[in-house]
């Protein structure tokens, strides 16, 4: 859209503009020329609109002398202004997986093994912090590390200039004083910094500190920042305004709603009043984005193309701006020139500095990282050992910068790092829901907290409660040990108050009763690699007392003289057990493995005779993926010597991909094997509490024998489901079809871990 203004009536004003003085440090363009001031407007996703017209400026040969952006605006400019060209600018943020870029998480599989066992008991997506006294929610609807380590990979060759007036293109970019409310011009520093610190949106980015102010989303203040690029010596300004525009009364239904709509009329103020002071010679350009929102990350390459098509439509108007081929060709060597001036290059690694935490903890940390210093420094390395750092959890800032400020060709590594607001007490709420609809129901509330940094060591607190058709308490305390986090040592308290339902052989329910558990132990621990991402191995001790209790007895039972009383005993062991896990989702994982096996030997006391016992429990999953399109094989056995009825119930079978078509606990015995097959397809169709839809199922096949010598595959017993599902915030979802030949056929809906 053009304001005000045609291609002739431009022609005639462009020649005729004097020249004021060029700022400090800016280099003034050649003296018949006069100088043009780019500015870039916020509007997250819909900025990416900006490549596009910068390709189009390029192709008219129009030399841009200065750039001022707000929020995404200030990124693609500053980025550009760094000396990137439009293509490149296309190609690496099109290749970006800005879905993945924006998680809170990290990729699982670069979790440690024990944040990995957590997601089998409680969603990763609901949680929150106590501290202070209070209880806290996480400062932002998504993570900004990812993005701040692109930006620091992007801008690293401008580290050690003194201001933006230095980059082959002057630069600004505009934030907020959240604690002021006004703008902040933000022309020198640490370019990363600035460039996250302008696109700090309220509510989905936190907010950053630099020099000691709290700075915001610059939209708030000045989206289409005109008058700073007329105080850097702009003659002319092209202003590119591509903000999300006012919604609909549908939309205004919800808080949510609502509250974008505030923020969008804040915006659209400020806007407005840029553009009322664009002149005659000035350009507004506004590309018709249609209905593509700020949060459209994953259409990058469409509205790319947008910007491009809509600013080459106008390739007329922007002839007035162009020079001629041999004055452009100038300029982009000058360009390229600043740029590889800028190209510093870099040293060996000399220092590893941490900012944000205690010196004890910055050793650990640095210990941990293991950073090899006397050699070359490699950016692909930091941003690895830095991700690492991230997947721990307990910083919602991770970020970087080198200083190259010693003797030429020595670098620091300075890391910054900033805890979580929200933390160290970390509280998790997790639940399982499962009904047959036949009367057949149950339900689980669980509670988590686990306080992280116990100590500078890196002790953890993990406690546990559930409630429901379960009750369970559960408290461990965990010490890392060795100075490079080696191995190490767990002690925990296990109770629990659960119902029984006993099968007799023909499938019929017999009996029903409750058993109480109470188990302690402690653990010596090696995890596989060195940050346990792959899994760990766990040995050690435990004692428990179990009491099971009878509440109802069939009268088949009675009839036949089987007396079913209540009964105790005791257990002392060893166990040991190792567990890897790769997987990229607890739930409907698309790639991956997992195993998991436990050898527990000991001495069973009960009734006043003592015998010996031992237990084996072992499942592998495997996950592979081609498109869409999902295969999950699982496999389990399990053995154990002969116990008292209603000891364990970890050898049986039954219920959602458990045997699918038989009851929970129907099919039990003392030696087990199972095998699941399972096929799912994500659907094109995602929500906003969801991650995906699923649709897909299962067959079955296992069985459970009272005797090794009863053990027979002529004897395995078949189950199959159907089922539609997705991945909640509370866990998985299931609506199911499940039918054995031996067993049932019905409907199922699950929610928690199956």
């Known amino acids: 859209m053009l304001i005000g203004l045609t291609a002739l009536s431009l022609t005639g004003q462009a020649h005729a503009t004097s020249l004021a003085p060029a700022p400090d440090g800016i280099a003034a363009p050649l003296a018949h020329r006069p100088r043009i001031g780019l500015v870039l407007s916020g509007g997250g996703a819909r900025g990416f609109a900006h490549v596009g017209v910068l390709k189009a400026l390029e192709e008219a040969r129009v030399p841009v002398d200065f750039i001022v952006g707000t929020s995404m605006g200030a990124i693609i400019g500053g980025l550009y202004a760094s000396g990137m060209n439009a293509d490149e600018l296309e190609r690496e943020l099109v290749g970006v997986d800005w879905g993945d870029l924006f998680d809170r998480r990290e990729p699982r599989q670069l979790l440690s093994q024990r944040r990995k066992e957590e997601d089998f008991e409680f969603a990763p997506m609901l949680q929150m912090g106590f501290r202070d006294g209070e209880f806290r929610l996480p400062s932002g609807a998504v993570s900004s590390r990812s993005l701040e380590m692109l930006l620091r990979r992007y801008t690293l060759t401008t580290r050690h200039l003194a201001s933006f007036n230095g980059l082959p293109t002057p630069f600004r970019a505009i934030a907020t ?3 002021t409310g006004k703008a902040v011009v933000l022309d020198r520093g640490d ?22 102010q709290i700075l915001g989303d610059g939209g708030l203040v000045d989206n289409l920042p005109v008058s700073v690029a007329r105080s850097m010596g702009a003659d002319i300004i092209i202003a590119v305004n591509i903000g999300t525009p006012l919604a609909g009364r549908e939309t205004l239904g919800t808080v949510l709603g609502v509250t974008a709509q505030m923020v969008n009329i804040l915006t659209e ?48 108007a922007l002839r007035v701006y162009a020079a001629p081929e041999a004055e452009y060709a100038t300029w982009q060597t000058q360009r390229i020139a600043q740029t590889l001036a800028n190209s510093a290059r870099v040293g060996s690694l000399k220092e590893v500095q941490f900012e944000g935490v205690s010196a004890e903890r910055a050793e650990r940390l640095r210990e941990m990282l293991d950073m090899p210093l006397d050699q070359p420094v490699s950016v692909k390395q930091i941003e690895g050992d830095l991700q690492e750092l991230a997947a721990m959890g307990d910083y919602e800032r991770v970020d970087y910068r080198l200083d190259n400020q010693g003797a030429p060709g020595e670098e620091a590594l300075v890391v910054s790092l900033r805890e979580n607001d929200w933390g160290p007490n970390y509280l998790r709420i997790g639940m399982d829901l499962q009904t047959d609809f036949e009367g057949r129901s149950a339900f689980n509330l669980r509670l988590s907290h686990n306080r992280h940094w116990l100590t500078e060591g890196g002790a953890e607190w993990r406690n546990r409660i559930q409630v429901g058709e379960t009750m369970g308490l559960y408290s461990e305390i ?19 108050l659960k119902r029984l339902e006993l099968y007799n052989l023909n499938g019929d329910l017999a009996a029903i009763g409750r058993r109480q558990t109470v188990q302690v132990g402690a653990d010596l621990g090696l995890p596989l690699d060195r940050l346990g991402r792959f899994g760990d191995l766990r040995l050690g001790s435990f004692a428990n007392a179990r009491r099971a209790v009878p509440e109802l007895v069939s009268a088949g039972l ?27 989702y607890a739930n409907f994982p698309s790639s991956g493995y997992r195993t998991d096996a436990e050898l527990a030997i000991g001495r069973l006391y009960n009734n006043g005779e003592s015998n010996r016992f031992t237990r084996l429990n072992a ?29 364990i119930d970890e050898y049986s079978l039954g219920g959602f991909q458990q045997l699918s078509g038989y009851r929970v606990g129907q099919v039990a015995g003392n030696y087990l094997t199972f095998g699941r097959l399972t096929y799912y397809q994500r659907l094109p169709w995602q929500g906003g509490v969801v991650r995906a839809l699923f649709a897909g199922g299962s067959l079955e096949i296992g069985n459970a024998w009272a005797d090794r010598s009863d053990m027979s595959l002529k004897d395995l017993r078949s189950g ?18 499940v039918h054995a030949p031996k067993g049932y056929t019905g409907l199922y809906l699950f929610l928690g871990r199956p």
């Open 478 to 496: 965990y010490q890392p040990w060795g100075s490079r986090g080696q191995g190490f040592a767990a002690a925990y308290i296990d109770a629990d």
């Open 720 to 737: 199959s489901s159907l089922f539609v599902g997705t991945d909640t915030g509370l866990g998985p979802l299931y609506l199911s079809v």
């Open 558 to 584: 009675v009839d036949e003289g089987v007396t079913v009383a209540s009964e105790s005993w005791r257990e002392i062991g060893l166990r040991a057990r190792v567990t890897s896990d790769q997987l990229d």
């Open 269 to 316: 103020q400020n806007v407005q009043a840029s553009i009322a002071t664009l002149t005659p010679k000035d350009l507004l350009l506004a590309p018709e984005l249609g209905k593509l929102t700020s949060g459209d990350f994953d259409r990058a390459p469409e509205l790319v193309k947008i910007g491009h098509t809509y600013a080459a439509s106008v390739r007329q």
């Open 619 to 647: 499942t592998a999953t495997g996950v592979h993926s081609w498109g869409p399109h999902t295969l999950n094989a699982s496999l389990r056995v399990g053995m154990a010597s002969d116990i008292p009825v209603g000891a």
């Open 177 to 179: 004083n959240m604690e």
């Open 191 to 212: 370019l990363a910094a600035a460039l996250r610190a302008s696109m700090s949106v309220p509510g989905v980015f936190s907010p950053l500190e630099v020099d000691g």
